[in-house]
């Protein structure tokens, strides 16, 4: 089993930067992909963005430019910065796992989640 834990969720105002963290521990190894998502009530859970264990990255075209993914391979942690936030950024974040390294963006394909940070930009 492996275990995820979210942090840096908050309250900021709009144009902010904020950084999400997501810790993975448990039965992870090596070799799988990283993904962000997030959803707000009422609504479907959206992809945000990946990165693979190769670091390489893939985002939604809302976030680009603004957001940028990341991951400390030896921490087994993955970060999400976040630019120029907006009042519709605001959402409860997911980070989840891949194990097969997919690089993906399809959430059906993450066997891991968090239990979601929440994040609420003020306008």
């Known amino acids: 089993q492996v275990q995820l834990v979210e942090s840096g969720g908050g309250l900021v105002r709009a144009g902010d930067s904020l950084r999400l963290s997501c810790a993975a521990s448990g039965r992870i190894v090596s070799g799988y992909t990283m993904g962000w998502f997030r959803q707000v009530p009422g609504k479907k859970r959206e992809f945000v963005g990946f990165?693979?264990?190769?670091?390489?990255?893939y985002y939604a075209d809302f976030v680009k430019g603004r957001f940028i993914v990341s991951r400390d391979n030896a921490k087994n942690t993955v970060y999400l910065e976040m630019n120029s936030l907006k009042p519709e950024d605001t959402a409860v974040y997911y980070c989840?796992?891949?194990?097969?390294?997919?690089?993906?963006?399809?959430?059906?394909?993450?066997?891991?989640w968090g239990q979601g940070t929440p994040v609420t930009v003020s306008s």
């Open positions: 990165i693979t264990w190769r670091h390489i990255t």
């Open positions: 989840a796992v891949d194990p097969k390294d997919w690089g993906t963006s399809d959430p059906d394909a993450y066997d891991y």
